[in-house]
């Protein structure tokens, strides 16, 4: 599998991206299945560059980078929708997106990922009982998607990060009842009290954007930053085994999630405060 599946955006299951995509590049994101066994996903794509006769194509691969199944989203605007069942249960999956049309611009689409309703099933981990978490699955923004100024929480690009937040925003918005809980981590390039202070502030940022470009409510929203000792999540291994810093896999690590406070993980988290 391409070496840039390690930067692959993670999609929450429910939403819908807008990207581009240029001759021959790949572009990968990734959605993690439901642990329901029987589930289904439908895979819906839209060409929105329909001056150009060239396709979009869409390959969805496991984690082991065994090729499952293709579609493409045609010029003509229409929907192009795959629905696949048999997938591994809380798994990774990945898509790649490319074209090859020859020219240098870049072609737009939007992609969605739903799973199918008749499989869907309530989470035994929200409250109240019988409602459904926003997220099903936390929403994980890296270094590639979300980038700052070096230990700062100054965004790189705001028209980057805005773009990068869209499809989180929406799905925030839909569901005004939910608090959601925004939480920073970074690598271990630094003290735990820094990278806390740091991690707080980036969290902030991100919900600050939230609140001034989309309208999320600001009372909706909770912030709080782990540093990397306090971290939950996956984590890359940013140090070697002489404890060397690993950037690579250090980049991993610099993030902001944004999950349902619902979620167990968030639980844990916030009964740490």
Partial sequence: MNDRVDDAALIPLGSKIS???KDGINFWFAFRTTADESASYKLTAVH???????SVTFSL??????????FQAGSDGAASTLE????????????AACCFNNRSDALDYTLAIKVSEAAEAPSATV???????????PFELNSTQVMFQINQAVFLS????KAALEPVAEIILAHPDHPILIAGTTATDGTQASCVDLSNRRAAAVKELLVSAFGV???????VGLGYEDDPFVRGKDRDANGNFVETEGAKNRRVVVMDANDETAKQILAKE
Avoid: H
């Avoid at 691969?61 to 293709?70: A, F, L, M, V, W």
């Avoid at 409250?127 to 699955?137: C, D, I, K, Q, S």
């Fill in 127 to 137: 409250e109240p009982a019988g409602a459904e978490l926003v997220f099903e699955t």
């Fill in 217 to 223: 409510p600001e009372e909706q929203l909770l912030t």
């Fill in 19 to 21: 990207s581009t995509v």
């Fill in 158 to 161: 705001e028209a980057d990060a």
């Fill in 48 to 54: 929105e560059t329909q001056t150009s006769d060239n």
């Fill in 61 to 70: 691969y496991d984690g082991y980078g065994n090729e499952i199944r293709s």
């Fill in 84 to 95: 696949i069942s048999g997938l591994e249960p809380d798994t990774l999956y990945y898509i």
